[in-house]
């Protein structure tokens, strides 16, 4: 019985993290604000944005929340439209299986979105908030059943064509070796 | 071959023969003592205590979401909480009120009042009332401990799809609110067929149906309603909880599922649970105005009628909730007949107990105050719902704050009055105590006052077009100063309820004792001590009317011959309440505690894995065979083979 | 000492009684009402479903299948006999006669179970595959649950009428029992009906 | 009883008015009867209740414990312990009354359903085959208005800010791209909700010029507090101008600033999720930004549009409206000032 229980609390403490809503990635004073705003063009010197802070990769991947977003994000981008809507692969690599050609830790998968990779890929450096990569990066993993399952979306309410995220069975990561190009 | 018995000598002294008599009664219904004691009890005033009690708390924890609501809007663009915060606030209130707090509340009452009302030991299947309240329990801790984790449900107490499905609501927090429904209504289920049963076959000899209490007419129509409603929201709860975590297509549009599927499946059950929740508070009401107009209620039959005939009319017009998402023509037109067609028993029930007030002598003490007011307080809530029943006029007011003011009138008026007045009736009866009576009247002013404060500018905002589930608004909407007014409402509701339980604890241990019979009132639970004892009545009574103590005969005569050295009770028959035969009701156990802790396993664990089915079913499986296992004492044991 | 009453004697009266003067026949029809409309509400989702589809079903049901499904269907209109005996055998109070038919009528129920899971693996869709194989594991699914624990009910009967003591409450529980699984047999026939004989999945 | 003294002063007297009864088309007038008979039905019941309440309570007090009660003749005992019958000509003229009462109930109850029935037939009359048809789509938490034209260049797509002709009736074709939302603007129009997967349709048809706010009314998750629109209703030639000008792609910045705000509009975050028509900004995930400085409401309805509340949405849209999904950027102070004033020219 208390074992359960046992199961039970530690579930509910990694719920705190699973659930939580981040809005915001600066903290609301770090951020350039409307003081940066000026209603004239001269000004002292250039005021440096405030230096983004890395998000940790445990927190979009322990959230399901934010899986969330990186998948509607993976969507609205147009990832889908190279990869495939659930990253079945089309013009692009499929996601959803084992080889990865660049890696599968959170850092590649950012380091691919962020820079670009050859052959197709392009760089989204400066276009994707940096929030919304981690966002992405999380979701690239579910695909390919890397994330916790209860973390993992679940069906979306589209056409049926691949299993949910949440019930992908877990791929295990190996890699891919690609023609480098000369 | 029959139990050894405790200390007094076999055989069995003579029946009459009070003091012995009781002796055994109380050794045989005796709790057992110490915690093990505490969570094996089955005794149906026990039970149901719990019962009030767990509700009483889930409504203050409500009132508190309540409250935090009506900070938040006293203004525009208040920072009291984000909208993330908010919308599990505002959903945790609905859930809480409608599922932890309403029907909980009227089911405990039931499973208190019902058996001692039509005189009988015990309700008809005790363990399966302990197994309801745990399953209750759980299912209460559950939503409470996702919230305090902010896994609290955040897709309102009607969780619609898609906002609900997997796409829109990410996380476990609607999964939570999902399988809380499947506790409550597990819970409800249970607490109905346990009324049903015990009103049909436990109903004291003479007490056929047509002099049963208007009360448990009410609880017997309520959980009639329960037994066909229920089923509705579990089938849509667990359509939903399947979508999300094993991606079935139910609510997927675009595979061939429904979103309105949802919403056809959600108020098939929600409708009626407004009747569920409203009609034993008409049970109340009737009790209650009996006693204090010191006469019959007017009118037995057609108030009967009128809660059979709400009970079925209540499932047909579940669509005025839908009036807005486009239905055809006749749809329309139909389900506006169908609404407007409860207005005709809800009246006549009103103009009957207008009638009885009319025609009594009226004592005014505590209890009649609330049923007066809830006269005024739930026409108006019944007129605003002609309004939401006509489709043209729905239209417009549909989703706005107009509809929060419409049902906040409907069920505090219809539910909480009645029962606030229903609490200063049985309290004495429950506790030994009365409640008192200055800070009772001023809970009852500052409660009415408070209530029509808060409530009423809500229809004004309704009409200026401010929408529920709004977090905030903006400032050049102009609804400012009405939300301003409604949360000094609600302020006064908040202060009124703290002096009803200042008043609770203050009478519980300083209270004027009450006796067995402070009102001089008619129902069977007032013929017997305050608190009754475990085994209810030294005597079952007999019944020869419809007002049980008040047309008992000089030398009504009581039951004997019910064996006391055993919990058993008398078996009557369904119309007339003839004695049928004896049956023995089974004791204090844990099992049902075991069931319940593994039921909420398996629906606990689901959330999280499929295997929550496996493992949830074998700890199903084992604990029901540890439940139906048969135990010493035997009765008398059959020939191992009887040759035929 | 309170004065002489009049008393109402029922120390004559039985013990227990079968069928409707029983409260457990009334529980029993309690839940089988809950789960009547839990049943009758699936189904009308199962319509509503129905209607959504341009063409229907989205996947055709497998022959094989539906010999199945017609087994099934025999099987379990079959197992009402030994329940039956047994429910006889209760009113008798006849042990024997009750072990035989909770025995062999579990023992159906089982192999009803057993052809379930292969009608399942066979099916050829899946409860993800689209809102029909929703709601059609899910109907499905239900009534299997039922016919499991009514199976395992049978044999838990068993086990008590075998260890012992039998007391006459335990011929009510079986008579009780026996009912129910008349209910599970009976609710089946509108499911087979209507997920199995519509016109349209037997021309797929 | 076009206007009740009451409803009026407690309108003018809140701040806002009780705009479902302030009807400026010819819907919401027909409702606006309807509601008025019902208003009147209720007003009348409730008075008739409380005031019956309170007679019986004034009538006959000094009940008490004491005080024997009446049951029926039959059930009361022949030796007359513990109750008295009750007075039956007394229940039998109650009996009348109730019964009376219950008939009202029922010819009540009729005349509110052919009202509704007539309401409803006088507003399906109202529907016109030569009705503007547009295309109202709601998505997670802000509306998007297609303009339908038989030519299919002509159709203008537009957010947030719908303009209509007065006088002509106006047929909205409702959909959603995410999850249900519910279309209302008091003044105008009844309500009707926005489902996947389903077109709802909903008549409009304003007569004098104004301009309304709507917004969503059904709860459609984090940001439903802040899903609002503007209706602007302008007259015939009024109208046709501004769909003309929507129509047109955007003007090319011709100011140095301004250019540069282009590029940063094209070349950071912002095209990923909006159009500009006109540019290379196709993406239609977010509003269309094409003549976004003609609009009043920046956020769907939840700001004012200007320099500041603009700067203020795209630095810290998280904190004007947490959870919606327009990111915060982070932007140099000069590509913002850039970004802004070409924002501001997009008229």
């Known amino acids: 019985m208390s074992r359960w229980v046992l199961m039970g609390a ?22 350039p604000a409307a003081r940066d705003v000026q209603q004239s063009e001269l000004q002292a010197g250039p005021v440096a944005p405030a230096p983004p802070t890395p998000p940790t990769r445990a927190a979009s991947e322990d959230n399901a929340y934010d899986v969330s977003q990186g998948k509607r994000l993976f969507v609205w981008f147009n990832c889908s439209g190279c990869h495939a809507a659930g990253g079945g692969g089309g013009m692009g690599p499929p996601l959803m299986d084992a080889k990865w050609r660049y890696g599968s830790e959170p850092e590649n998968i950012y380091a691919t979105i962020v820079e670009g990779r050859p052959n197709g890929m392009p760089s989204f450096r400066g276009k994707i908030p940096d929030t919304q990569v981690w966002q992405l990066v999380a979701y690239v993993r579910s695909m390919s059943g890397l994330l916790k399952k209860d973390v993992a979306p679940g069906r979306s309410d589209t056409l049926n064509t691949r299993p949910s995220e949440s019930s992908k069975a877990r791929e295990t990561p190996r890699p891919e070796e690609v023609e480098q190009p000369r | 071959m029959s139990a050894p018995l405790p200390t007094p000598p076999e055989p069995p002294p003579v029946r009459d023969d009070e003091a012995w008599e009781r002796l055994y009664l109380e050794r045989t219904w005796a709790p057992k003592k110490g915690l093990i004691g505490w969570l094996s009890e089955v005794h149906h005033t026990e039970i149901g205590k719990r019962y009030i ?15 935090l609501m009506r900070w938040q809007l006293s203004g525009p663009e208040k920072q009291v909480m984000g909208p993330d915060l908010y919308n599990q606030v505002f959903t945790m209130h609905g859930s809480t009120m409608m599922f932890l707090f309403a029907v909980p509340m009227m089911e405990g009452v039931g499973l208190y009042l019902v058996p001692l009302m039509i005189g009988t030991r015990n309700a008809a299947f005790p363990r399966l009332n302990a197994f309801g309240y745990w399953t209750y329990l759980i299912g209460g801790l559950l939503l409470y401990g996702g919230f305090l984790l902010n896994v609290g449900p955040d897709a309102g107490w009607f969780s619609y799809v898609p906002l609900a499905g997997p796409q829109y609501s990410p996380g476990k927090r609607v999964d939570i609110w999902a399988q809380m429904i499947t506790f409550t209504e597990l819970a409800g289920l249970a607490g109905a067929v346990n009324l049903i049963v015990t009103v049909f076959k436990h109903r004291a000899p003479g007490m056929s149906l047509n002099r049963m209490p208007l009360f448990v007419w009410a609880m017997l129509v309520k959980s009639f309603m329960v037994v066909f409603a229920m089923p509705a929201v579990m089938v849509a709860s667990t359509s939903l909880a399947m979508d999300r975590l094993i991606g079935t297509h139910f609510f997927n549009a675009a595979e061939g599922g429904d979103a309105l599927l949802w919403q056809h499946l959600f108020w098939f059950f929600g409708h009626p649970e407004v009747y569920i929740i409203f009609i034993p508070a008409l049970g109340m009401l009737s009790s209650i105005l009996a006693v204090f107009t010191r006469r019959q209620v007017f009118g037995y039959l057609p108030v009967v009628l009128s809660m059979v005939s709400i009970g079925f009319i209540g499932f047909g017009l579940w669509v005025h909730h839908m009036f807005a998402t486009g239905l055809p023509q006749l749809g329309q037109s139909f389900f506006t007949a169908a609404s407007l067609m409860v207005a005709l028993p809800s009246g006549v029930q009103i103009f009957c107990w207008l009638a009885t007030l009319w025609g009594g002598r009226l004592w005014l003490k505590l209890p009649l105050y609330w049923v007066l007011a809830f006269f005024a307080v739930f026409v108006t809530g019944g ?69 029509n404060l808060t409530f009423f500018p809500l229809h004004f905002l309704g009409m200026m077009g401010m929408p529920r589930r709004v977090y905030t608004y903006g400032v050049e909407r102009g609804w400012q100063p009405l939300n301003l007014l409604a949360t000094v409402g609600a302020v006064i509701m908040a202060v009124s309820i703290t002096l009803l339980l200042v008043n609770i604890f203050w009478s519980l241990k300083r209270g004027e004792v009450a006796g067995n019979d402070p009102w001089g009132a008619d129902t069977l639970e007032w013929g017997t001590t305050s608190p009754p004892p475990s085994y209810n009545f030294l005597h079952l009574p007999t019944v020869r009317g419809r007002y049980a103590r008040w047309t008992a005969a000089e030398d009504q005569p009581v039951v004997t011959g019910v064996r006391s050295d055993r919990k058993e009770v008398l078996v009557t028959r369904l119309l007339d309440a003839a004695p049928d035969h004896r049956a023995e009701l089974p004791g204090p156990t844990l099992w049902p505690l075991w069931v319940a802790l593994a039921t909420g396993v398996m629906f606990i664990m689901v959330i999280f894995t499929p295997w929550g089915i496996v493992v949830g079913g074998v700890l199903l499986f084992i604990t029901l065979t540890g439940w139906f296992w048969p135990r010493p004492p035997y009765k008398e044991e059959l020939a191992p083979e009887q040759p035929s | 000492m309170s004065p002489p009453r009049r008393t109402l004697d029922v120390s004559h009266l039985p013990t227990f009684a079968f069928g409707h003067r029983d409260p457990l026949w009334w529980g029993v029809t309690g839940l089988m009402a809950i789960e009547s409309t839990a049943f009758v509400l699936m189904l009308a989702s199962y319509f509503y479903i129905r209607g959504n589809y341009a063409h229907f079903p989205p996947t055709a049901l497998p022959f094989y299948v539906k010999v199945v499904a017609a087994v099934i269907t025999g099987v379990m209109l079959l197992s009402a006999v030994p329940i039956h005996y047994a429910n006889r055998a209760a009113l008798k109070g006849r042990l024997r006669g009750m072990r035989w038919g909770l025995a062999l009528g579990s023992l159906l129920g089982f192999v009803v179970v057993a ?20 709601i059609f594991w899910f109907i499905v699914g239900m009534h299997t649950v039922h016919t499991l624990s009514g199976s395992l009910e049978d044999l838990l009967l068993l086990g008590v009428l075998f260890k012992g003591p039998v007391e006459e409450k335990h011929l009510v529980d079986v008579h009780t029992n026996g009912r129910y699984w008349f209910f599970v047999v009976a609710s089946w026939l509108p499911i087979y009906v209507i997920l199995y004989l519509d016109p349209a999945v037997l021309a797929s | 009883m076009k206007r009740l003294p009451i409803v009026l002063w407690l309108c003018t007297g809140c701040g806002g008015g009780l705009r479902m009864l302030d009807a400026r088309g010819p819907h919401v007038e027909r409702l606006r009867s309807l509601w008025d008979l019902l208003f009147l039905i209720s007003a009348v019941v409730l008075t008739a209740v409380v005031l019956a309440m309170l007679g019986a309570l004034l009538r006959r007090r000094g009940g008490s414990k004491a005080q024997v009660p009446e049951v029926e003749a039959h059930s009361v005992p022949p030796d007359g312990a513990g109750a008295r ?110 489902i996947p997967g389903q077109q709802n349709t909903l008549e409009l048809q304003a007569d004098r010029p104004g301009t309304f706010f709507g917004q969503c009314y059904e709860f459609c998750g984090i940001q439903h507090a802040k899903m609002g629109f503007v209706v602007v209703a302008e007259s015939p030639e009024q109208f046709e101008a501004w769909r003309n000008h929507q129509l047109q792609p955007a003007p090319q910045p011709t100011a140095p600033m301004a250019q540069r705000g282009q590029q940063v509009f ?36 939840a700001l004012p549009f200007d320099r500041g509340h603009l700067a203020g949405w795209i630095l810290n849209s998280q904190s004007l409206k947490p959870g919606n999904n327009m990111p915060a950027l982070t932007l140099p102070p000069d590509d913002l000032q850039a970004l802004l004033v070409y924002l501001e020219s997009l008229k």
């Open chain 4, 266 to 301: 094209l070349q950071g975050p912002c095209a990923l999720c909006h159009a500009i028509s006109g540019t290379g900004a196709a993406a239609s995930t977010g509003p269309n930004l094409t003549h976004v400085a003609s609009r009043s409401t920046l956020a769907a309805g």
């Open chain 4, 85 to 194: 019958p009750v007075d039956p000509a007394r229940e039998r003229r109650m009996g009348r009354v109730v019964g009376l009462c219950a008939g009202l109930t029922v010819a009540v109850l009729f005349v509110i359903t052919v009202a509704n029935a007539s309401t409803g037939a006088a507003l399906a009359r109202l529907r016109s085959p030569e009705a503007l048809e547009i295309q109202v789509v709601g998505h997670q938490w802000w509306w998007e208005f297609r303009v339908q034209d038989p030519d299919p260049s002509r159709i203008l797509v537009t957010a947030n800010e719908l303009h209509v002709p007065v006088g002509r009736p106006v047929i909205l074709k409702l959909n959603s791209r995410d999850v249900i939302h519910s279309f209302w603007v008091p003044e105008l129009t009844n309500k009707r909700d926005l």
């Open chain 2, 383 to 451: 007129l605003t719902g002609v309004m939401l029943g006509t489709y043209s006029v729905d239209q417009q007011v549909h989703d706005t704050h107009f509809v929060v003011a419409h049902f906040h009138y409907v069920l505090i008026g219809g539910a909480v009055f009645p029962l606030f007045g229903g609490l200063y009736y049985w309290f004495p009866k429950i506790t030994g105590r009365m409640l008192g009576e200055r800070l009772g009247k001023w809970n009852f002013w500052t409660f009415f006052l408070g209530f």
């Open chain 3, 115 to 134: 052809l379930r899971i292969v009608e399942f693996l066979w099916i050829g869709f899946r409860w993800d595959t689209h809102a029909y194989g929703s």
């Open chain 1, 10 to 31: 530690l579930l509910f403490l990694t719920s705190c993290e699973r659930e939580q809503r981040r809005f915001q990635e600066l903290p609301a004073a770090a951020r």
């Open chain 2, 53 to 67: 009690i767990t509700a009483f708390v889930f409504f203050l924890l409500g009132g508190i979401e309540a409250l």
